[in-house]
């Protein structure tokens, strides 16, 4: 796809600072400079990646704009790998716009929204997954989602996804030549899965865990505090955000909607929701709200079930309990500084297993610290260590390789279950479709299109 035709937009955001920054690329990005730059001194070398002090002028050469220090990248050797250069000057929106306006009366077109990543990727300057990256890490929100930006954009995952690909090559190649034996040799057999299948199905497997972890970090957590009435989830939230967001009362039944607050835990945002206490229904409002509890617990990443350590067990306490066994569970026991009617280990066997079971007071703040510990604990893991620190961040990518790893369980069990090698073939190639969506070598412009305008101005 070669585009002939040369944009200019401001890379820096609109505002008053210091500097503003006018990027323009394409095949007259040099032409169009020379009309409008006046070099101090009156000469400009041009040579790329040099930066020039001078003027900018209007289109017809008779205003002086700004004072500027402008820069030359030669292709290839630049961002988008087109000619660039980039215009330093005040960080006036003003200043920017009359430039701006001035660059496109002599010929360049405004760019649109990620449309320099995009000259980028077509160019080959860097691969899809590396242009999502960028666009994460201007966008990162923490300092761990945009460390690992940056390492996608240095290219660990196109590097992981190269691998990935030779292994399958490697497995494909060998299902081929068995194929083409078979042809000579009638009732030949089919050979057991190539280890380059197991490799890469461990390795996929790993890619898609990473994928919990590293949405923790960019986008947040919700953990949602349910149990029955009056055990403390309203002051437990309250607790835990040190805001009283939610009323506290020992009426049971008080808190009726959804109470939502955000706290950072270790760089992760965790959006915490307390929630109305699960009972029969004592009204048509308090239904209303236990309605919402149940559908908000099927969304949620975590769940904390809280239980009064100072009152017997209820029904309603193993109702809750029993209706969520498959969740990724916390089992706080709240008011730890009142006398006990039971003990840790009563409770152990309702839970499941892999439930973490804590004793807190919501009160004297006894065990939030150890609580927050867990709560980051549901959501991040270190299980990416055999893909050479590559992880996923992006829905896209995740669900390419989604599609990758069922494609290449199919493979295994036809394999298997002794069908022509013929199949499994089929889902390897098709594995390897999906693996170049993620990076681009195989993807369609509407697709393309669509990330790239998600991309800001400028980028
Ligand atoms: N001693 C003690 N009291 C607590 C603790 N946590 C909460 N309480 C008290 O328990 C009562 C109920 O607290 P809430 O936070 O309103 O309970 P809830 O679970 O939100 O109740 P509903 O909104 O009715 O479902 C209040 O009187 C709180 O002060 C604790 O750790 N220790
Ligand atoms: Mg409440």
Redesign the pocket.
């Given at each position: 796809m070669l585009r002939q035709d040369t944009i200019a937009a401001t890379a820096t955001p609109f505002g008053m600072s210091g500097i503003g920054i006018i990027r323009i690329s394409g095949p007259d990005a040099l032409a169009i400079a020379r009309r409008v730059f006046k070099p101090s001194g009156g000469k400009c070398a041009w040579k790329s990646h040099c930066l020039y002090h001078g003027d900018i002028v209007s289109a017809d050469g008779k205003t002086v704009l700004d004072e500027v220090l402008i820069s030359f990248m030669r292709k290839p050797r630049s961002f988008t790998g087109e000619d660039v250069i980039e215009i330093n000057c005040h960080g006036n929106p003003i200043i920017l716009q009359a430039i701006l306006t001035n660059l496109q009366e002599l010929g360049c077109h405004l760019a649109r929204p990620g449309e320099f990543s995009e000259r980028a990727f077509l160019n080959n300057r860097l691969d899809l997954s590396q242009a999502e990256a960028l666009s994460a890490l201007i966008c990162a929100k923490s300092a761990k989602a945009y460390a690992m930006g940056l390492t996608q954009l240095k290219g660990s995952l196109s590097k992981e996804i190269d691998d990935l690909r030779l292994l399958l090559i490697d497995a494909l190649a060998m299902l081929e030549s068995a194929i083409d034996f078979t042809e000579d040799v009638s009732g030949e057999k089919i050979p057991d899965v190539p280890p380059q299948i197991n490799q890469t199905l461990h390795r996929v497997q790993s890619l898609l865990l990473s994928y919990r972890s590293s949405r923790a970090y960019t986008e947040g957590i919700s953990v949602i505090i349910t149990?029955?009435?009056?055990?403390?989830?309203?002051?437990?939230?309250?607790?835990l955000t040190g805001r009283k967001k939610?009323?506290?009362?020992?009426?049971?039944?008080?808190?009726r909607d959804l109470i939502t607050d955000t706290i950072i835990i270790d760089g992760i945002p965790v959006h915490l929701i307390?929630?109305?206490?699960i009972r029969e229904p004592q009204n048509a409002i308090e239904k209303e709200g236990i309605n919402l509890v149940w559908e908000s617990i099927a969304d949620a990443d975590g769940l904390i079930i809280?239980l009064?350590i100072?009152k017997p067990l209820t029904e309603e306490d193993r109702i809750i309990i029993d209706k969520n066994k498959s969740a990724n569970i916390i089992a706080a026991l709240?008011?730890?500084?009142?006398s006990r009617a039971w003990e840790e280990k009563t409770v152990k066997s309702l839970f499941p297993d892999h439930a973490k079971i804590l004793e807190?007071?919501?009160?004297?703040g006894a065990g939030l610290e150890e609580l927050k510990k867990t709560i980051i604990h549901l959501s991040v893991n270190d299980e990416t260590e055999s893909t050479d620190g590559a992880i996923i961040t992006n829905l896209r990518h995740k669900l390419a390789l989604e599609k990758a790893c069922k494609n290449i369980e199919n493979a295994k069990e036809s394999i298997a279950s002794g069908m022509s090698a013929e199949f499994a073939a089929f889902d390897l190639r098709e594995a390897l479709d999906n693996l170049d969506e993620i990076t681009g070598k195989k993807i369609n412009n509407e697709i393309l299109d669509k990330i790239f305008s998600s991309f800001c101005i400028g980028k």
């Open positions: 149990g029955k009435p009056n055990v403390g989830k309203s002051s437990l939230l309250n607790a939610a009323i506290v009362t020992d009426i049971p039944g008080t808190t307390d929630t109305a206490g809280l009064d100072s709240n008011k730890i500084d009142l807190i007071s919501a009160k004297t």
